[in-house]
């Protein structure tokens, strides 16, 4: 049965990027660093990671 999805929190990191420190991104780990789910920022903007609820509506509409 797998009618019961549990989301399984620990595993989600979350964080900013670059200079937009209001907007909390699902952070991926790639390579050696953190990017946004969504694609957010530049690809040298750093990605900083914090114990914050993502609320970027770009990483949230990428759940399944
Ligand atoms: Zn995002």
Redesign the pocket.
Known sequence: MNGTRIREQEDVVAGT?GDDVM????LLQVGETLR?????GKSKDQAVQWLRV?N?????A?EE
């Open positions: 990027v907007t909390v991104h699902e946004p789910k969504c694609g957010a993502v970027c509506p770009a990483c949230l990428g």
